[in-house]
């Protein structure tokens, strides 16, 4: 059993990097370029789309392991969907309905130890299609998105494995993190290729789904949905800010505590996605530390980190708003 994981995970990597390398090569002959504007953090025109190795690798694997058509099938519609979307702009009206039917379907075919309620039931449909975007969102400097499912993925496996969970989706969550790991070299330091919507909102999609699946507890999902912290703090962070100075928020912008580091304050890519990686590395570690201490020490754990992280955007945007 061994041998045949350690091959679904050389296929991952393998898959990863084949699928960024063929975007690069060829992206621009189907439409798959993304052209900078004034919210970009790149400067010349850049082929996207490079997650299709990823999605590669996911129904790859999935389907070699079995893991159940209700989980992969609509992520994978999604990635699709994801990768039209790529292509040709697709409108918020029509993409979220579509989200959220795949979501519902997902949550409404999943096997709980117990039966949902009707609230709970719409609450994990919008905790996946929240997710989904804002990976989606954060996926904006050069290897944020990959570094964030390497560690992401990789601390799932970790508490799947420590909570005796089914090995088949630490196998899948492994495999994830090693499509990642072959893409990155194509995106990191410098972007041949970036990720785009096929891989950043299948890469959110299925780690939410994965923390409903994986959890017994409430206590299994605060922690669970907690391996992925960055994310998750930047864009409540951002969206609040946005929300005082009354903006749209289904409108582009480059205001996430990511982008002030690396576009205004010039800080290299790499090192802005490394140390996203980082926190989320230390964050990860020290929920799986705190676990065995309940709920509550949890929830204080991250209460901590989150405003330590408040505490330096505000730290990061003052000192911007001074500069300029």
Not at 31 to 38: E, F, R, Y
Not at 216 to 231: I, N, Q, T
Not at 299 to 314: A, E, H, K, P, Q
């Amino acid at each position: 059993m061994l041998k045949f994981d350690n091959a679904l995970y050389l296929i991952s990597l393998i898959l990863g990097g084949v699928g960024a390398w063929v975007i690069h090569k060829w992206g621009y002959i189907f439409g798959l370029l993304d052209k900078p504007t004034d919210r970009s953090s790149h400067g010349s025109p850049t082929p996207k789309g490079g997650g299709i190795g990823i999605m590669a690798a996911f129904i790859v694997v999935s389907s070699f392991l079995k893991i159940p058509s209700s989980f992969w099938v609509p992520a994978t519609f999604l990635a699709l969907l994801s990768l039209w979307g790529d292509t040709f702009d697709l409108s918020p009206k029509i993409r979220l309905p579509l989200q959220f039917i795949a979501a519902l379907i997902l949550v409404w075919l999943s096997s709980f130890s117990f039966q949902p309620s009707t609230f709970l039931f719409f609450f994990l449909g919008v905790f996946i299609v929240a997710t989904a975007n804002w990976y989606n969102f954060m996926d904006g400097i050069n290897g944020i998105a990959a570094i964030t499912g390497i560690v992401g993925f990789g601390i799932l496996a970790a508490f799947n494995v420590l909570s005796g969970g089914d090995s088949s989706f630490s196998v899948l969550s492994i495999g994830i993190a090693f499509s990642c790991l072959g893409f990155l070299p194509f995106n990191m330091p410098k972007a041949k290729v970036f990720m785009g919507d096929v891989g950043s909102i299948l890469l959110g999609f299925v780690f939410a789904s994965m923390v409903i699946v994986l959890s017994k507890s409430l206590l299994d999902f605060v922690c669970l949905a907690g391996f992925l912290f960055p994310f998750y703090a930047d864009e409540l962070t951002t969206m609040a800010i946005r929300i005082r100075d009354e903006e749209n928020l289904l409108k582009p912008h480059r205001r996430h505590l990511y982008q002030i580091l690396a576009n205004e304050m010039g800080i290299d890519h790499w090192k802005v996605s490394g140390g996203y990686g980082i926190l989320q590395l230390v964050v990860g570690l020290c929920i799986l530390s705190a676990r065995p201490f309940g709920i509550l020490a949890v929830l204080i754990l991250l209460v901590i980190f989150f405003v330590g992280f408040v505490s330096t955007d505000y730290v990061v945007r003052s000192r911007i708003t001074r500069l300029l």
